[in-house]
């Protein structure tokens, strides 16, 4: 009897185990079950020696002929090559200080790595290496399973310790708890878990293995949806107020104030926000919409509603600068209603406050008390607003404002603010694949505004290839020139401040980069370092734009001055506004026009989509400039002339995903906690996640809910590996 949980210790030797842990992070069975192939070699298709290049990742077969070893000349410790032959070619093998020199001239092994070339021959270094024993039915295999392994776990000590577990398949059979109930598997044609993992480590056919994936897949799609589903049915046990609507107050006012008439998308989405604001069940709600849609003004009607309705709303806004802008956009929308209490405000309507982690001491202590004695109605802060132990009078609707770094942690913190849950309502202007969504996001229900309101320039994008055509910058430059002599405004936007900084010199007021650089552009050491705003500043004003007025704005300003300089632009008094991302998300100047986007390729997909958005905000047609040294048919120039090409966000959320991998997304918004995904893809596997999404509902919400399928309880539980599980009791 196998249980999931028992220490691997009890099954393997306790060195080999220590290494498991350690290395791999293997601990239990379950973790040794769950670590599948990477891939499989096959028996047919071992490469031969006399046919290698370097650079192929192979497996060979091969004859042991000779085994030296010997102390290094450069650093301590021993070298040890290995010569082996398959008849048709030889090769080297080099071990550093390895145990490897257990192998034995005329033995014949398995041996797997990249081949390299040194010193005019071909070798591998630290290949996987698997000695072929007479009684070796491993070998007898037609597909032997790779697998990831580390310094002293190598594959074939993985594949030896998860054969002692598969043993015997009949008994396996029994013993393995299914945490796929059996009706589900029966209504998707899943194989038992038994049968899964056996025919993934130890497979006879191909076919195997993809029906293997298939359950397993399952697994993973299952185990989190029921995660989100119990996070869903425990935020809806929990009642909070109803805020319906009441005429004759802020809403109908602000409706009257509008310069503008809503789209249809507005409407609509305005419609159902209004009803489920109006339930005692929380709302908890993604609302997404490209750039410019406008969803500032849905949010809006919505905290109306709720203000009208006797309750407070807040705003979180990703940065200063932002919480800024929002609050003083609310106050023109709102005019002499969002003045209630001072001399020229309607008494009728509310106080829009603003509450940074910066204010001075006096300004913030005036403001809390607005917020704690309820006059203000709106408030509007960074989400530093949250943490800081401030006190509401009435808390009814939270507001998130194009949040990536808003897991779901910090949603349940939002949820304990009140004596009662407030309504969340989060808004995102990257557009979310709808398996993202799904997942990352799937304790949420989600609204999407997909019109973009009339009358709008729209903007067009090209990349400017420095590295081989220099001349085209210079040319940038004049489309500025131009611009600003036509009366527009430019943004140069840097991926660094520049004049030392500390850890590469991000900027910490920016957003979050979690859906920033793709991994492996991120730290690359050997390049340049990025440019920075105050060196492309002092450039521009000494040079192409000393003509102009240039301005700076990054992180390391004090709020006041971020804040006045963006005013300044605002107000037109700056020309050019030289800033690192700072004004990726929400900033709002419609008389600006053009974006000169510098080292284009150190940012995301999706970074560059809402920087273009800031110049598309007006009746003026607006021009993004991707500048990158990059060569133009690399990896990176694709992904740039992709997002060139292109203003679909959904097209370019589903690029966005293909830079990154599966853990990077999961694992971001899921703040630390193992996201327990290897096999599925949030790129393929949209069928599967929506089904799975289904049975888990249905699973949670029905009879006994968790409680009727201990075996899936044990298996979400193991995924939760924080404490902050309580949902699954509530479940
Ligand atoms: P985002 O969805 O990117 O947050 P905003 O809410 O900032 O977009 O809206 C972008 C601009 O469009 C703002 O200047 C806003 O006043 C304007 N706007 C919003 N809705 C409409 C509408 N229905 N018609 C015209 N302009 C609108
Ligand atoms: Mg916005």
């Known amino acids: 009897m196998i249980a999931m949980d028992t220490p691997l210790v009890k099954v393997v030797g306790p060195r080999t185990a ?32 006399d046919g290698l290049e370097v650079g192929d990742r192979v497996t060979v077969l091969a004859q042991v002929r000779s085994v030296s070893t010997r102390p290094m000349r450069q650093r301590r410790g021993n070298l040890t090559e290995v010569t082996v032959g398959d008849g048709a070619g030889s090769m080297r093998l080099v071990f550093f200080n390895h145990r490897h020199a257990h192998l034995a001239v005329g033995e014949w092994g398995l041996f797997a790595g990249t081949v390299g070339k040194w010193q005019g021959a071909l070798q591998f270094t630290h290949p996987d290496c698997h000695v072929i024993t007479g009684d070796d039915d491993d070998w007898a295999r037609a597909l032997v399973p790779i697998y990831p392994a580390s310094k002293d776990v190598s594959s074939w000590v993985i594949q030896k310790s998860v054969k002692l577990l598969l043993a015997d398949p009949h008994a396996l ?34 076919a195997q293995v993809e029906q293997a994936d298939e359950r397993l897949k399952w697994d993973e799609a299952l185990v989190l949806q ?69 969803k500032t003004v849905v949010a809006l009607r919505a905290m109306a509603q709720v203000v009208d309705a006797g309750g407070q709303a807040a705003l979180l806004a990703p940065t200063e600068v932002l919480a800024a802008q929002h ?58 607003l949250l943490q800081e132990g401030v006190e509401f009078a009435d ?17 349940d913190a939002l949820r304990a603010k009140g004596a009662r849950p407030p309504h969340v ?20 229900e989600t609204s999407t505004l997909r019109q973009l309101p009339a009358g709008r320039g729209g903007v067009s994008s090209s990349v400017v290839p420095v590295g081989e055509k220099p001349a085209w910058l210079d040319r940038a430059w004049a489309r500025v020139r131009e611009e600003v002599a036509a009366g527009r ?35 690359a050491g050997d390049r340049r370092p990025p440019l920075a705003v105050l060196d492309v500043a002092e450039g521009l004003r000494a040079g192409p734009l000393s003509a102009l007025r240039v301005e700076v704005l990054h992180g390391r300003l004090t709020p006041e001055d971020k804040e006045a300089r963006m005013r300044a632009f605002a107000a037109g008094e700056v020309d050019v506004l030289v800033a690192t991302t700072v004004v990726e998300v929400g900033v709002d100047v419609p008389n600006a026009t053009v974006m000169v986007v510098m080292d284009a390729d150190r940012f995301g997909v999706s970074q560059l989509h809402q920087l273009r958005g800031r110049v598309a905000r007006g009746a003026h047609a607006g021009l993004c400039l991707l500048v990158s040294e990059v060569s133009s048919s690399s990896a990176t120039g694709q992904r740039l002339a992709a997002v060139a090409a292109t203003t679909d966000g959904f097209q370019l959320a589903r690029l966005d995903l293909e830079t990154r991998r599966e853990g990077d997304v999961l694992g971001a918004a899921q703040s630390g906690r193992r996201s327990g995904v290897r096999l599925l893809s949030l790129l393929d596997d949209e069928a599967l996640i929506a089904e799975a999404r289904a049975e888990a509902t249905a699973l949670v919400e029905h009879g006994g809910g968790l409680a009727d399928h201990p075996e899936l309880a ?18």
């Open 489 to 523: 405004q430019a943004y140069v936007v840097c991926p660094r401040i520049g004049e030392e900084e500390g850890a590469g010199g991000r900027d910490d007021d920016g957003p979050d980069d979690a859906d920033g650089a793709p991994p492996e552009e991120k730290g």
């Open 425 to 444: 309502l989060v808004m995102t202007a990257t557009p979310i694949p709808r398996t993202v969504a799904m997942t990352v996001y799937g304790d949420l």
């Open 226 to 294: 029921v995660t989100l589903a119990a996070r869903r049915r425990a935020a809806a046990l929990e009642p909070g107020i109803a805020r319906p609507r009441r005429g004759g107050g802020l809403l109908d006012a602000v409706d009257e104030r509008l310069p503008f008439s809503l789209t249809e998308g507005q409407q609509e989405v305005g419609a159902e926000l209004a009803a489920e604001l109006a339930r005692e069940q929380p709302m908890n709600r993604l609302l997404q919409g490209e750039v410019g849609s406008g």
């Open 714 to 731: 044990a298996e979400v539980a193991a995924l939760a590996l924080d404490d902050r599980a309580d949902y699954l009791e509530k479940a």
């Open 18 to 49: 220590k290494a498991m842990a350690d290395q791999l992070a293997l601990r239990t069975v379950r973790d040794l079950l769950r670590h599948y192939p990477r891939r499989y070699a096959r028996r047919g298709e071992m490469a031969r020696l």
């Open 327 to 384: 609050a003083r956009s609310l106050a023109a929308i709102l005019g002499p209603l969002g003045r209630a209490g001072e001399l020229d405000g309607d008494p009728a309507g509310t106080r829009v406050t603003l509450l940074t982690g910066s204010q001075k001491a006096a300004v913030r202590r005036s403001a809390r008390a607005a917020v704690a004695d309820g006059s203000a109605g709106i408030v509007v802060g960074t989400h530093a």
């Open 395 to 411: 808390l009814g609707l939270v507001v998130v404002d194009e949040q990536h770094r808003f897991g779901v942690e910090q949603r």
């Open 173 to 206: 059979e029994g013993a393995l708890d299914d945490p796929v109930p059996e009706a589900v598997r029966r209504r998707h044609g899943l194989v038992t878990l038994a049968t899964a993992l056996l025919h993934k480590h130890r497979p006879e056919s191909t």
